[in-house]
């Protein structure tokens, strides 16, 4: 049997298109069709039922599309660990405050104990942090919590509580209630703390009646030191600009903590790169 025939098609019933396979393969449509024709040939059977709407697998088809699944997880796996041999590799994904403020320090001491390893970092919010663990682009996410499917193990490992910022905002303290008509400066969707706040108010039956969306931690900060509106950040996000009074931290009474979380997938349990990670991770406190 030809493995590049059976990742043929192995691939256009993941997909259900011959059309998105070829893109995901780089191949032709009729190379693609041929592969496809040629395993079924070799076991004497029709493996994809073919009409204009859809592609459906016959029941045979279905048999070896598990299997295939399983091949094509062991072959992942065999990748995977000839990169950590030969490459030496750590690919990170987190969030845009979380690698500024959290990661670095951990990056020093995972480079002081294994100081041939290289370090990739990635940001995005934390669903574009998922996407990328999930589609083996990263090894592991630091991220807000989100949904996570069943094939990506998590940990929780810490849980920063959250505070609002304003230019303008005199008292100390405050409930979410109080900031109902207060203009609020979310992330962009996707973010975990955007998701994790707006279910908040929602929870509460507290109506959000003046809010913005800013895809840039940077420039929500800037827009309420200007006087735009406020935010939601951990404190250690923010204390640098407090102390040169661009804005004040003000407690949430509602006592609001972000679950952060480490994910990756169960195909990268062994890997030799994430052991590593996890094991500095294990030996140090967080903010």
């Given at each position: 049997?030809?493995?590049?025939?059976?990742?043929?098609?192995?691939?256009?019933?993941?997909?259900?298109?011959?059309?998105?396979?070829?893109?995901?393969?780089?191949?032709?449509?009729?190379?693609?069709?041929?592969?496809?024709?040629?395993?079924?040939?070799?076991?004497?059977?029709?493996?994809?039922?073919?009409?204009?709407?859809?592609?459906?697998?016959?029941?045979?088809?279905?048999?070896?599309?598990?299997?295939?699944?399983?091949?094509?997880?062991?072959?992942?796996?065999?990748?995977?660990?000839?990169?950590d041999i030969h490459t030496r590799l750590l690919k990170i994904g987190t969030t845009p405050t979380l690698s500024r403020y959290f990661l670095p320090s951990i990056v020093l001491k995972l480079k002081e104990n294994n100081p041939d390893l290289k370090v990739q970092i990635y940001t995005g919010l934390s669903k574009e942090i998922l996407k990328m663990v999930i589609d083996f682009e990263c090894h592991v996410g630091v991220l807000g919590r989100v949904y996570y499917p069943?094939?990506?193990?998590?940990?929780?490992?810490?849980?920063?509580?959250?505070?609002?910022?304003?230019?303008?905002?005199?008292?100390?303290?405050?409930?979410?209630?109080?900031?109902?008509?207060?203009?609020?400066?979310?992330?962009?969707?996707?973010?975990?703390?955007?998701?994790?706040?707006?279910?908040?108010?929602?929870?509460?039956?507290?109506?959000?009646?003046?809010?913005?969306?800013?895809?840039?931690?940077?420039?929500?900060?800037?827009?309420?030191?200007?006087?735009?509106?406020?935010?939601?950040?951990?404190?250690?996000?923010?204390?640098?600009?407090?102390?040169?009074?661009?804005?004040?931290?003000?407690?949430?009474?509602?006592?609001?903590?972000?679950?952060?979380?480490?994910?990756?997938?169960?195909?990268?349990?062994?890997?030799?790169?994430?052991?590593?990670?996890?094991?500095?991770?294990?030996?140090?406190?967080?903010?």
């Open positions: 049997m030809n493995f590049t025939h059976l990742k043929a098609f192995y691939t256009v019933a993941k997909f259900e298109s011959f059309t998105l396979a070829a893109q995901e393969l780089n191949v032709s449509q009729p190379t693609l069709s041929q592969q496809v024709k040629s395993l079924e040939l070799h076991f004497n059977l029709p493996l994809i039922k073919r009409n204009r709407k859809a592609i459906r697998l016959t029941r045979e088809g279905e048999i070896i599309f598990s299997y295939a699944e399983k091949l094509m997880a062991i072959a992942r796996e065999m990748d995977r660990e000839i990169e069943d094939h990506v193990i998590f940990k929780n490992i810490f849980k920063p509580k959250l505070f609002f910022i304003s230019k303008d905002i005199e008292k100390q303290k405050v409930h979410l209630k109080d900031l109902s008509d207060y203009p609020i400066i979310f992330p962009e969707e996707g973010s975990a703390t955007r998701d994790y706040i707006i279910g908040e108010f929602r929870k509460r039956k507290i109506s959000l009646n003046n809010f913005m969306d800013c895809e840039n931690p940077a420039a929500i900060k800037h827009m309420v030191h200007l006087g735009m509106g406020g935010a939601f950040f951990p404190h250690y996000g923010v204390e640098e600009d407090v102390k040169d009074g661009k804005y004040r931290c003000i407690e949430m009474l509602d006592d609001l903590h972000l679950t952060i979380d480490l994910i990756y997938l169960k195909d990268w349990k062994e890997s030799k790169v994430v052991k590593k990670f996890l094991k500095v991770l294990a030996k140090n406190q967080f903010p």
